[in-house]
């Protein structure tokens, strides 16, 4: 696979799509870093002759990178165990929609949420049902069914045979096929902006009309913000809730923005985003809202200005 790469040269370029492959493994963006930085931490830290026996940096540190994931994924099982209330996973800005403010001159590693690409391996929902498989399938199925790696390269990082990751790959396409409903993106934007104007609005019976009966809403906050520790489910129950937070909220700004790469809600007060709401549309109403309230996910929106 090419020549033998070393030093910065060979594996600088190799960052966003690690970050990309790792934030898709876990849903965080913290811990895609993370698990970035220490597969580059265990690059940097071999001997200069063992790096030369590398023929290609950018394979090894994927399967380091995917074997730090898998670690990660096993030992999230227990921490979600303790999790206050539901885990969803950290929501993604698109830059573009906000006016920035940084300095050009400034130094340093892009923000790793700005290295993401915005597609729908890292939708809500997708994530969302990535987080039903176990460690193994996901690792699998990412990375051959959204990076179209070989499963000759997956069996190193699973250290299973190519033949087994091939079939926990296809467990997961369908748990995956069955939850995904092929339901067009179009509209969805019109749909979203009519929720916001009616939550602005506090029109109940515009929401309930704009929610699917059987919606579900779960909501994040982590215990570190107050929100429902279950899913609220039926449309005229979320829209009850969704009136409820706008009068206990005053002075609550909604702005529509991208979400993961669909159409969402930002929820800010007095310069602060409080709330990043995700939303599945299906025939035109709302089936699905993901809102995530802890702070701590919300970290790659706080760069954002007015």
């Known amino acids: ?28 963006v913290t811990e895609a870093e993370d698990a970035v930085q220490d597969a580059y931490a265990r690059w940097y830290g071999l ?3 063992r790096q030369e026996e590398i023929l290609s940096p950018g394979a090894w540190l994927t399967t380091v990178t995917g074997r730090i994931c898998l670690d990660l994924l ?51 929902a997708f994530l969302v049902v ?10 699998a199925f990412v990375l051959h069914d959204v990076f179209r790696y070989p499963f000759a390269e997956i069996a190193d990082v699973l250290q299973r045979t190519p033949a087994a990751c091939k079939q926990l790959a296809a467990s997961a396409r369908r748990r995956v096929s069955a939850a995904r409903a092929a339901v067009p993106s179009t509209g969805r934007a ?26 579900v809403m779960t909501a994040d906050g982590g215990g570190l913000a107050g929100t429902v520790l279950r899913p ?36 800010r007060r007095a310069g602060v985003v409080m709330t990043v709401a995700s939303f599945d549309v299906s025939d035109g109403r709302i089936t699905r809202i993901w809102a995530i309230r802890n702070p701590q996910k919300l970290r790659p929106w706080t760069r954002e200005t007015n």
């Open 74 to 124: 096993g030992s999230a099982r227990a921490r979600r165990e303790r999790y206050v209330g539901a885990w969803l996973p950290e929501p993604l800005p698109d830059r573009t929609e906000w006016e920035r403010t940084d300095d050009p001159g400034a130094t340093g590693h892009a923000d790793p949420a700005d290295q993401i690409v915005l597609d729908e391996s890292v939708a809500m």
């Open 190 to 215: 019109d749909v979203v902006r009519q929720v916001k104007e009616a939550w602005e609005t506090k029109d109940i019976a515009a929401l309930v009309g704009l929610l699917n009966p059987a919606a």
């Open 130 to 139: 990535l987080e039903t498989m176990t460690p193994a399938e996901r690792v």
């Open 232 to 267: 609220v489910e039926g449309g005229t129950r979320i829209a009850q809730y969704m009136i409820a937070i706008a009068d206990k909220a005053p002075g609550l700004e909604l702005l529509q923005r991208s979400v993961n790469g669909a159409p969402g809600l930002v929820a």
């Open 47 to 49: 001997p200069r002759s």
């Open 1 to 28: 696979m090419g020549t033998a790469r070393t030093g910065v040269d060979g594996t600088a370029g190799e960052r966003r799509r690690l970050i990309n492959v790792a934030y898709r493994l876990l849903g965080s």
